[in-house]
């Protein structure tokens, strides 16, 4: 009886985890922050592409993940009318399944920052197994890949080069 189970459990959660049934979109009422800015850690090359995103986060204890908005525009585009036409854009976003963005996925280890005691706390734990999803429509995902990265450096890169498709 605990065999089958930990079987089924065992495929629920593969399911879940590996593109099967993911939905990231409909938990946006409880993700624990949101914010607009750039993906840090980069060298100054990529700073202009790296900038004008959308963030969200959720330290869900089962599956906790990151989510990177890119609003649908050109990166100059983006630039030229950023502030405030993207946060705006963003605001709206959970009533209509952010629809003017395209959203990847980074599931990785991280604890909630605002449960630590250490102010100087940070939420990810390397190395770290990082499985990637692309957001279809709605919140139908695809799985990418899955990546393992030893730094919070190259974790960035990994996120770069997967929202530019490098």
């Known amino acids: 009886m605990k065999v089958w189970i930990f079987i089924a459990f065992s495929l629920i959660f593969t399911n879940y985890v590996f ?8 938990d946006c009422g409880k993700w624990n922050g949101t914010s607009f800015g750039s993906l840090q850690g980069l060298d100054r090359k990529r700073k202009d592409s790296a900038s004008n995103l959308c963030f969200a986060a959720y330290y869900k204890p089962t599956v906790p993940y990151e989510i990177i908005f890119v609003y649908k525009a050109s990166v100059e585009e983006r ?10 854009a963003f605001d709206k976003g959970c009533s209509n399944l ?9 599931v990785l280890k991280m604890k909630d920052p605002s449960l630590q005691d250490d102010p100087n706390f940070n939420a990810y734990s390397f190395p770290s197994l990082v499985k990637i999803y692309k957001r279809i429509t709605g919140d139908e995902w ?21 929202i530019y498709g490098l």
């Not at 593109?19 to 409909?26: A, E, H, L, P």
């Not at 952010?98 to 996925?105: K, L, T």
């Not at 695809?142 to 997967?162: A, P, W």
């Open 19 to 26: 593109g099967q049934n993911v939905s990231f979109i409909k």
């Open 79 to 88: 630039k030229t009318h950023g502030y405030p036409l993207i946060p705006k």
């Open 142 to 162: 695809s799985f990418l890949q899955q990546v393992t990265v030893k730094s919070y450096s190259e974790y960035r890169k990994l996120q770069f080069s997967t």
């Open 98 to 106: 952010y629809a003017d963005f395209n959203c990847f996925a980074f």
